[in-house]
């Protein structure tokens, strides 16, 4: 295994994070026993075509079939009625990473269902890094973003994914971005945000540095998770790189940092679920490789 992969930081940083997450809430937090989330995980076969590009009818007919299960409906049109009215402000907050941005074929797909939901068009809004300027007036958010190991935070997922609603995003980078989870409970975020979309066509599930991209850690899974749960969405998205990382190095590894932000958003800022134990994940479609 090449040096860069592990390094003995790396490995003491794994062993000691069962300790650091016992105590990274201070010895304060209240575990959530008594809350469940639910998941949903769609995957396609055809999902992506032989240049990996993702495919739009499948994508939808995915995430109607992932939305329709989580709202428990039997119509998509009906489903997204529940989580959006016509008289919202609807804030669609992707991801511009350049490797790994929110696949247009999900952005088109949220603004077709919102509009079919009854919303007009000019109160349809999408954003990132303006986040804060352009979607804090918003009354409803739909936050999607791809699923991938991070330099400052583990893995990026739903919950970094509004970093950018504060005025000074970077000060969240310290301690692993511990804190990052503190952005949900902010007034122009807290209540608002209807589903999370965690895209897991391709995910990235290793590297090193703040921009790190490479093309041998990422893999055709074919997925998408949906939850009304940032924190357990990520879990569950965190479970898969974990498993999947296993499977490619022949070893469990550290990711490039903790990611015990996922756990203090739990039992610090109480905005989800982090224990796998209380987490219903249900799975539809294509199972071949699912890996959780």
Known sequence: MPDEILTRRDFLKGMAYSAIAAK???????????RRAKVVLVRDKNALDDDHRPNPSVIADMLDKAVMKL?????PVRAWRKLVKPTDLVGIKTNVWEPLPTPKEVEEYIKRRVLDAGVK????????RGAREKLSNCSALI???????????????????????????????????ADV????????????TRINILVALRPLF????????DPRYVWDYKGIFVSFDPVAVDA???KLLEVKRRAHFGMEIPFPTLTKHVVVADLKHGIGVSDP???DLIKIGWMEDVLI
């Open 236 to 238: 569950m998205g965190l």
């Open 181 to 192: 989870g503190s952005v949900w409970n902010l007034p122009i975020v807290k209540g608002k």
């Open 121 to 128: 068009k000019d109160r349809i809004l999408i954003d990132d």
């Open 24 to 34: 990274m809430a201070g010895g304060k937090a209240v575990p959530s026993d008594k």
């Open 71 to 75: 709202v428990e409906e039997d119509d």
């Open 277 to 279: 134990k209380r987490i």
């Open 206 to 213: 290793h590297g090193r540095g703040p921009h790190h991209y």
């Open 143 to 177: 936050n999607a973003c791809t699923l991938r190991t991070h330099h400052w935070s583990g893995i990026g997922g739903c919950i970094k994914n509004y970093i950018m609603f504060v005025e000074e995003p970077w000060k969240l980078h310290l301690d692993s971005c």
